[in-house]
């Protein structure tokens, strides 16, 4: 049953390293989205894909690229993680053409030390 | 530019009184607009959308576009209502999606 899957629940990581969060939708929807979530500011665009090996900057894309080479799969890459992206990063999928809803993955809960 | 505002960051009724959680949003042209919510320890997930006109688990919401808002509204707020609530807006054929930063709703016995 569920649609959007997130790779991790959890990751600590160092300052400095390379960090890859990845994100698999078996729904067939164009759209792909990655969102980080912080107490008090809500839920705030990274990046989001709207076609494979296509993408758009959100709000806050400083610090983060992202990867599409499928459909079914949408990459957040941290190049050098930061203490201050210590965050949930939430991914979701939508078909907005279709009137459906985005559905949304578990989470990551990353903490950069 | 899409912007959404949610005014309130915690709204705290009690059981069986109204409750109203406000969005005001932000754009020029024909917005879509939605109610997320995110109970404890679950995902995210759609609440209801305005283009649908639907009534959800006793939630409503109008798009008022003189005013740019869209409301969340329930006449009798249940303690299983307690959640995070985050209001979405899309520009109708846009691929983007973007959110409010939230309103706590807590519903005391």
């Known amino acids: 049953d569920v649609k959007v899957t997130q790779s991790s629940r959890y990751l600590v990581k160092r300052t400095g390293e390379k960090v890859f969060l990845e994100c698999v939708q078996d729904?067939?929807?164009?759209?792909m989205f990655w969102y980080r979530q912080d107490p008090g500011l809500g839920l705030r665009l990274i990046y989001f894909?709207?076609?494979?090996?296509?993408?758009e900057k959100g709000d806050i894309p400083e610090g983060y690229s992202v990867s599409r080479e499928k459909k079914e799969r949408f990459s957040l890459i941290l190049e050098s993680a930061s203490t201050n992206q210590t965050s949930m990063y939430l991914c979701?999928?939508?078909?907005?053409?279709?009137?459906?809803?985005?559905?949304f993955g578990q989470g990551t809960r990353l903490t950069v030390v | 530019a899409q912007r959404v505002t949610q005014p309130e960051k915690l709204l705290s009724v009690f059981k069986g009184a109204p409750v109203e959680l406000k969005c005001n949003y932000s754009?020029?042209?024909?917005?879509?607009l939605f109610w997320y919510v995110q109970y404890s320890r679950q995902r995210l997930q759609l609440l209801l959308r305005?283009?649908s006109r639907e009534s959800i688990k006793g939630f409503t919401a109008d798009l008022n576009k003189g005013e740019t808002s869209f409301h969340l509204k329930k006449p009798f707020a249940q303690e299983e209502d307690s959640a995070m609530y985050y209001c979405?807006?899309?520009?109708?054929?846009?691929?983007?999606?973007?959110f409010g930063k939230g309103t706590k709703l807590t519903v005391n016995p």
């Open positions: 979701a999928s939508w078909a907005p053409r279709g009137n459906t809803e985005a559905f």
């Open positions: 729904m067939d929807h164009e759209n």
């Open positions: 979405a807006l899309s520009s109708g054929g846009s691929e983007k999606l973007v």
């Open positions: 894909s709207y076609d494979v090996k296509m993408k």
């Open positions: 305005h283009i």
């Open positions: 754009y020029s042209g024909s917005p879509e």
